[in-house]
Structure formats: structure tokens, C-alpha cells
């Protein structure tokens, strides 16, 4: 029987929890920095959370940067990295979602870069993985956390859009994992429906890239998996129901960070190949990140189910409660609920919904073809899906 | 309904973990480091360890501290301080279980201590817990574990004995959590069959002194907790029965530190009722630490039943299936099928297996008597457990 691949964890992000927190910022943050404060759109101005931190940094030197996107955009995330030189910051305060903090970590990395065209930090097509920039120096990062759903709080990755060439792409550095964050769940209170679903359904593919791979007796990161899971699944309907449940919303804050720290992937593989073939969807008409995840992973899980079949079987035994049958029954169990999961809160899961059809499936296969070449590999992981596989997904998807 | 406390978690240890992963130390130690290697009583010069540290570290400036028994006493710990001093020491690599990692961290603490009397660090009769000393310098730790039960390779606790005054005291600093800790499952191959009872019984009662608490629909923090019993119930028959099964091994290793990493105590309450009357009795004959929680729990939890009633039913119904019956049958059950399991792995859960009867009852109860005084409070989640409890306590476990 297989056992669990060695690894290595190492989460060193300070997590402060919990209701009216955001306080606490003062402590966090060295007296002397100068902070560069990044955020968004400007939604933190209409819930109170701008206004927090401001009064919690009003002793400190602040500047702002707004305006980051979602798909953050290196064009954006550049003009920030100009203002870190020229004003000498020593300090990254993102304030948002992950789109925002994912945004801050290339920032923070870009404005140490020595090289000269800073997009050469990514792996992109002229850019191979093998050959990546290991940074050395970063400005350090807090963050404070207003959407549930990418993890980013707590990890060393970031994904980055080029608008100009329609690449997203993303990478980890050890050196960006934030130095706090302040998770308070009300901030997620006048979050829209929309954005609630998309981070409940990220955050769950999160748990399936990690949980449902090759069977190696990981009892902890398994039973870890299905608490989360279980998790997203029970409080979802509760807080669309009631947007200011703060239980439900600190369940679901905490089960989206724990979906991606990490944590749960502790002595087992990695499978991307969701998050991978969504990102080209993206890339080419900048759909939701959620959305391509929730029309992608169906086509994933079927074509791999002979080899996630023995985490399958247990998904439906464990979670959906599935006891009886063949292992092909409840594998094949395990995937629908998942997808009736997604319809029942709004999430649709075909690929028209986001804006694909038959005659695009040549070029998102010719943009995976792209990406394996950057990577040296396959998707997934076992690293064997390649273009031709991905136009068998993309088949075996709901239209 | 009762919410999820607010918490800070920051569990900054880099986890190395795996077969023949203690090579990797050379990485983790600078190269200039004059390291203090501190063991305990040779058994890692039987199983190898001992030398598979010695040739990770050849090319390091290396010096050994030997002899920390079980319930490490200040009496030795104060001697590798003075070692600490005059060498200039500025690593220390534990290489053992809790006991070595314990002693450790108070070296690293006294090693700066600018006080007069170490023993001062800790909150002792004549030493006041609000009064305690805040350490801001320390010697900083990484460990090589060995034995899976105390969590101390990733948390910042630590509980010293003092020998000549018949006192076992512990207590938390952020400065002492290993910088790294390396978990290699084949290290615990030669355990004893005792210390690896003991140490499935540790790390299961460090579980649920957070997880049977009051209920505050933590549902991250339950399913984690959950997970970790669920894994030290499945595996403990098996490593009994195959001492060299690598996955049951790994299961247990990784539950260990789990158990009390502070992970699943986010957002819930910390009842330590069980670990402070069994840490008397150690201090009173030497008994091992693990016997004396399988001699006390149930007392506490039958005493404490109607304010852990939600928490009780749950693990019933999660843990050992009971879905039919009056909450107080199924907190009845949790009780009694946690006692039948310490039995079915050998662990004795009588007071008598711990050298306690009855005219000793006054004499536990006076101690704790001095330890409420020394914290300022009672024991337990609510704080409300002093001396005339614990007599009844007493009384409700088995003789």
C-alpha cells in the first residue's frame, strides 16, 4: 500500500480571529514603517473596514494604493511596485480579497526584483518553471481579509493576469507568506451573493485538488479534508439564508483558509488541473474564478476517476453519506453531489455559463499545451494531462 | 447560541516530515551556530538517531547535554544553563520526546534570564502567575522528535519539575516554539510498547481538554479534533500489533503534534483540569504523566458532564457512532467507551495504577489548593474547579 509522501509545513502567518480585530493593526505593524496600504474597487469604504484600519494606523505612515482588480493585472500591480521604489515602503498592507492580497505578493516581490522586466518573476510562455527568478528579498506583508474563498491569507501563492497578452499565471515564494492576517468574519457581512458562492465553491475545489488524489493513508489531512468540506457544505445554505450569522461566517472564513494553507495537503498529492484549465477560461474572457472551477471539475474528476476512485469512494461514504454500492456507484456519487452541492447554492457547472462552447475547446487546449511547455509537465497530479487530455475533459463536461 | 471565542493562532515551527528526513538539519542550523545537543538517557544511541544527527551535522560546531528524564527536572535542566552560559551556545537541538523538548525550552529561557534564581521563570507556590516574568531574549530551538505524544515540537508550552520541592509547573512562551521540528516515523520503531500507550493517551486527552468543551459551533476546530481521536483510535491496535507498520506510525506522529498544536483549540475553550490534577500526582510519585490522565479523566468529565452535555453527545454520535438515546446516555457512552479504549490498548485507568487510594485524596486536593492560588483562578475551562472539587473528582474515578 502507498504511504504518505514526506513534506515539509511551514505556516508561519500570525492569524488573528475573530470580531472587531481589526484593531489589533497597530500592533502588528512596526511603529517606524512606511506602509503602503493596497486595495480594491473601494468596497472597503462602503463597509466600514477602510475606516477601521485607518483608525487603527492613524499613528502610523499610511499611503494608498487603490484599484487592484479581480484577476489582478500585472499592468495595475506594476504602477504600485513604481510607488514602493520611489517612496522607499517597507511595509505591504493588503486589505480584501485574495485577488487583492495575490496582487501585494507580486508587488512585494517585484519591487526587490534586480532583473529588468519584472513580468519575468512569472512563469509565462517565454519563461520557463525550471528556469524561475528565486527571489531573496520581498517586503514583508500583512494582510486583512474581507472575502472567504482563495486562502491566500495564509499561503505562499499568487496568480497574476497580463491584460496585454491574456496570460494568467501564477507561482509560490516562501519569502511572501503574510506576516499577519486579521481574519474578522463580519467584514464578510455585506459581501455579494455572488462573491460568497464563488469563495464557497473556490474554496471547496481547493479541498478536492488536495483531497481527492491518490489514496496514501493520510488519515489526519484526510479527516482534516472532509472537516472542511463538511464545513463549506453545512454553514453555505445558512449564511446565504442569513448574511449576518457570524458563526456560520466564521466557519466559512476559517474553513477557506484552512482549505489552502496547506495544511490538508500534508503527505498527499497536489492535483491542479481545475484551477488550471479554469485559469485559461479566465485568461481568454475573464470569467469568474469560481465559475470556470465549478464547469471544469466534473470533466476533471471523470476522467480521472479510475485513479482517484479509492478518495472518491471515501468522499461518498464520508460526506455525502453514500454506504452502499460499488466503488464505481459511490465514486461516481461522490461527483454528482458535488455538483448538485453547487446548483443548490446558485453555482452553475456547465461550461456555457462561462462562456464556452464546443468551438473554443481547440484554444483552451492550445493554451494548456502552452502552459505544459512553461512547466516542463502535464497537469494534475500525476503531471500526464496534456492538450489532448484536456479536449476530453472539456467533453466530458456539461455543456 | 454561544459563538467561536475570538483566537490568535501562530504556529510558526517548520515541519519536516518523513523517512530519513533528519539529514536535512545541516539545512536548518546555521553553519556558524555553536549548538547545544540536548538527549536524554541514550536510547538514541540504540535506535540511530544519535548518529544519523552527528553525520547531518559533521561540519557544525556540535556540543552534547545528556541525561533529561521523564518529567524533566530543573535540577538537570539548570546544569546544561550553565553549559549554555560559559560556551556561548546559540542553537539548541532537542533530540527526543516532550520531556527533552521541555528542558530545552526552559535552557533557552534561563540561559537569558537576567534573574537571580531560574526557577523563578516558572509560575511556582512563591510565584505568582499575573506576576510572572515575560522573557524577550532566548536561545533559539529546533528538534529532532522521537516519541509522539506531547505536541511540544510545535507549540510554545513547556512543564518542568523541581525535584526537591515536589513541584511540576508549565507554562507558555511565543519565544520557545522550535524554529523547526524534523518527524521522522521510523524513529518511533523502537518504542517501547509503554511510551507508545502513554503517548496515544497523552495526545488523546490533550484532544479533548479542547474538544470537549463548551460548545461554540466551532465546526473547523471539531471536525479537526474529531479527526485526530478518530486517527489515534484507528491506528493505535495497529502500530501495537506491527511496531514497523510506516503509515500507522506516520498517522500517529502527525496526530500527535496535532493534538496540541493549538489548531483545533481556535475558537473553543481550554479545560486543563485533567493535565493539572495528573501533574500533582507526578510531582508526588513520579508516575508516568499519561497514567495519571487515564486515571483522572473520568472523574472530570463526569463532574463536569452537564456543561460538556453538547460536546459529549457530539463525539458519541461522531467518534463511537451512538446515534440513538437521551443525551445523557450518549454523554454517558462517550465517557465509558474512552475508558474502554485506553483499556483495549493496555493503558490502566484506575487511580490505584497510579500508587493514588483514598487517604491520598487530601493531599492532591491541598496541592491544587496552591497551584489555584499561584494561577489566581480555578482549574478548568470555567475556572471554577478548586480543592473541595477535586475531591469529588477524586471520588467519581475509578479506585
Redesign the interface.
Known sequence: ?L???????????????????ISQLKNEIPQKAKILMIYGSGSIKKNGVYDQVKEALKEHNVMEFSGITPNPRYETAIKAVEICKKENIDFLLAVGGGSVIDATKFISIASKYPGKDPWDIMPHKNNQLKNLFQPTEAIPIGTVLTIPATGSEMNTGYVITRESTKEKVGRIDQLVIPKFSILDPETSYSLPKRQIINGIVDSFVHVTEQYLTTFR????S???A???I??LI??APVVLKNPKD??AR??IM??ST?ALNR?IG??VDFDGATHSIGHEITAMNDSDHAKTLAAVIKGVLIYKKQQKMKKLVLMAERIYGKKEGTDEEKADFAISETIKFFNSIGMKTTLSSVGIKKENFQEIADRIEERTKTMGFGLGEHRDIYKDDVLKILELCDP
Open positions: 500500500m504511504t504518505c509522501n514526506n513534506f515539509v509545513f511551514h505556516s508561519p502567518t500570525k492569524i488573528i480571529f475573530g470580531a472587531k480585530t493513508n493520510t488519515k489526519i484526510d479527516r482534516f472532509e472537516g472542511v463538511d464545513t453545512s454553514e457570524y458563526s466564521a466557519n476559517w474553513a484552512m495544511l500534508c503527505g
